[in-house]
């Protein structure tokens, strides 16, 4: 989980702003993925690409949107029409196609005030 | 779609003695199942993982088992120490070609000297 980086590491914004995470990896991995995490609380996918110039979403997609334009990034943008973005981000890349082991990048944590 | 279920969400032991985590999953396609360990404020990291093709898995002190008749999995910890104390992550795999997983909410295990 070496080769999956996140920046920044801490990042404040204030309500109404768009903000972009992002997310590089050199692992060579087809997938990647962006959870959120609240505090307390498991892993919830908000997007997943298997692929470049692919992506779909996940379970709490709305608010969020992400690119996929090279294999080695995959940056989230936080939308002003996200109503609770306060959180901790993580990225994560698996090889795919049937290689199931996600590797997670150190994460981001947003705070929108 | 699938869905995982663990328990207990806060386990305390004392150091030396051996912790167990459980988790149940829905979906009896499901091939794969990790498990995670996160430090507080770090990226989760796999510490062990199983397929569905295999009964039991160790690896030192960790050891994980699977039940597919019913559906659960659990992750053994021998020997407690102080360092495992951590919020621990089960997941499991989804059948579709998204390779996804889905996580349970999470065990927060302390270890007491």
């Known amino acids: 989980d070496g080769g999956i980086t996140q920046s920044p590491k801490y990042l404040f914004r204030k309500e109404g702003q768009n903000v972009t995470l992002s997310c590089e990896q050199n692992?060579?991995?087809?997938?990647m993925y962006w959870y959120r995490q609240d505090p307390g609380q498991g892993l919830r996918l908000i997007y997943y690409?298997?692929?470049?110039?692919?992506?779909q979403k996940g379970d709490i997609a709305e608010g969020y949107s992400v690119s996929r334009e090279k294999k080695e990034s995959f940056p989230l943008t936080v939308t002003s029409a996200q109503k609770n973005p306060t959180a901790f981000y993580l990225c994560?890349?698996?090889?795919?196609?049937?290689?199931?082991?996600?590797?997670f990048g150190p994460g981001t944590r947003l705070t929108v005030t | 779609g699938e869905n995982v279920e663990q328990h207990p969400s806060t386990l305390s032991v004392q150091e030396g003695d051996s912790a167990v985590i459980k988790c149940t999953y829905s979906?009896?396609?499901?091939?794969?199942f990790p498990w995670y360990k996160q430090e507080l404020g770090k990226r989760p990291q796999l510490i062990i993982d199983?397929?569905?093709?295999?009964g039991e898995k160790k690896d030192q002190r960790i050891a994980v088992t699977l039940n597919k008749t019913a559906k659960h999995f659990s992750l053994h910890i021998t020997e407690t120490q102080p360092e495992d104390s951590a919020v621990y992550f089960c997941?499991?795999?989804?059948?579709?070609?998204?390779?996804?997983?889905?996580f349970g909410s999470g065990t927060r295990l302390l270890v007491r000297p």
């Open positions: 997941a499991a795999s989804t059948m579709d070609s998204s390779y996804k997983l889905i």
């Open positions: 690409s298997q692929i470049v110039n692919d992506f």
């Open positions: 994560a890349s698996s090889a795919g196609w049937g290689a199931h082991e996600q590797y």
């Open positions: 979906d009896s396609a499901s091939n794969y």
């Open positions: 199983i397929r569905s093709n295999v």
């Open positions: 692992l060579n991995h087809d997938a």
